[in-house]
């Protein structure tokens, strides 16, 4: 059923299916109707609390004037149509902290781009750091979202009305916030900040499921080949049983047990109770059994089964006083220029420039040199000061 919006919480002025999409003709009819937009808002519902893969329970989507909810629980419903249309190179797909959405639809075969996230443009438009879709709504819009159902449970069926209403109002709102956040951006000169940031967004390796490369999401202590050989050994196993069995990574081994294990590289079974950061009982598990079989092989011969890592180079500590320094400094500039510092540089860039003016990261480079590292160096180089006028930290050049 389509119908003129009139549901509190949803965008006046849509075409809306309040009844969920089900059937393969329903969805081609949809798609279809999005297939000539300039963009398209997304969101989805999902639940992963005790599974290591999201389980998709609901795809929102809109655009100007249609919007729509696709149960992608449905019998025998093919997410092809939609699918295209992420992919569609003509149509910019527009997301609020899309992280786990695009996991979501790169693992169903479709990266979604081009891309737009609000909650990143937001940062470059003076909202603040990691601001809450609502908040955005209500700073943007003027409306208060209401969140009543977020936290339901999205794999029931039959979904309530509130459900519903509050599911398409993630994206009607999205619709009509997302030409005013980027007109805003392209006045201000900063729609390519943003458009870079989506670049980064938009990487394959960002949302890299494969076993062999769980390792490098973490970091190790030590450089020994057995250590290593070790320390990839049982990252690469829990991945993989993970997934296997469908199940959280930190169910099946906490982060710090990687570690412990990989230091203490125990290969008989009974070796792991006596691990602080390993289940109770583990070494008698089959899980246990499966991981000293696979340790007992890579320890074999560990240099053959160590990643190549590169100890990295020696250097002296940041001076903690120019660290500060630059903390003010950026803390003014993002200030003054209405831009999250978060998104200018971090506290570890700026350990780095603090000891190298040629220090290779980003806040070193394009638009963030401009706004920031420029000036950074000059504070270094004492060509300029910052002074308090009041309460607010202005920088002034020193003459020389």
């Avoid at 059923?1 to 081609?28: F, Q, V, W």
């Avoid at 009543?148 to 999205?154: E, I, N």
């Avoid at 099946?252 to 203490?264: C, M, P, S, T, Y």
């Amino acid at each position: 059923m389509s119908r003129r919006s009139c549901h509190k919480g949803i965008a006046r002025g849509y075409s809306i299916g309040m009844t969920p999409i089900t059937t393969n003709e329903a969805l081609a009819d949809f798609c279809a109707r999005l297939s000539s937009a300039p963009f398209i808002t997304v969101d989805t519902e999902f639940m992963r609390e005790t599974t290591y893969w999201p389980r998709l329970c609901l795809i929102q989507a809109a655009s100007s004037d249609h919007a729509g909810i696709i149960d992608p629980m449905a019998d025998g419903l093919d997410l092809e149509p939609f699918l295209a249309l992420l992919r569609d190179p003509n149509i910019v797909k527009v997301f609020h902290a899309c992280r786990q959405d695009v996991e979501i639809f790169v693992r169903l075969g479709a990266m979604p781009k081009p891309l737009f996230d609000t909650q990143v443009a937001a940062m470059a438009a003076g909202f603040g750091e990691q601001v809450a879709y609502d908040s955005l709504v209500r700073q943007t819009l003027r409306i208060e979202v209401d969140k009543g159902s977020r936290f339901t449970d999205w794999a029931r069926r039959p979904l309530s009305e509130n459900q519903l209403v509050y599911a398409l109002g993630d994206v009607t709102h999205l619709a009509a916030l997302y030409p005013k956040l980027r007109d805003r951006l392209q006045k201000e000169g900063r729609l390519e900040w943003v458009m870079s940031e989506m670049e980064a967004l938009t990487d394959p390796a960002l949302y890299d499921t494969n076993p062999e490369n769980a390792w490098k999401r973490l970091k190790p202590k030590k450089f020994s080949s057995k250590y290593l050989a070790a320390f990839k050994a049982v990252a690469v196993w829990r991945e993989r049983a993970a997934q296997e069995r469908d199940q959280p990574r930190g169910r099946i081994l906490k982060d710090e047990g990687v570690d412990e294990i990989a230091q203490q590289a125990p290969t008989d079974p009974d070796a792991f109770n006596r691990l602080r950061s390993v289940p109770k009982g583990f070494g008698g598990s089959r899980l246990g059994l499966e991981l000293a079989e696979e340790l007992k092989r890579v320890l074999a011969d560990p240099e053959a089964h160590a990643p190549e890592l590169q100890r990295p180079a020696h250097r002296q500590p940041a001076p903690p006083s120019v660290v500060e320094l630059l903390k003010v400094l950026l803390k003014a500039k993002s200030d003054n220029a209405g831009v999250a510092s978060k998104l200018i540089a971090t506290v570890a860039d700026l350990e780095q420039i603090a000891i190298n003016d040629d220090a290779d990261i980003d806040a070193m480079k394009g638009w963030r040199r401009q706004l920031f590292g420029e000036d950074a160096l000059k504070l270094k180089r004492g060509e300029i000061a910052l002074v308090l006028n009041g309460a607010r930290v202005e920088v002034v050049e020193i003459e020389g």
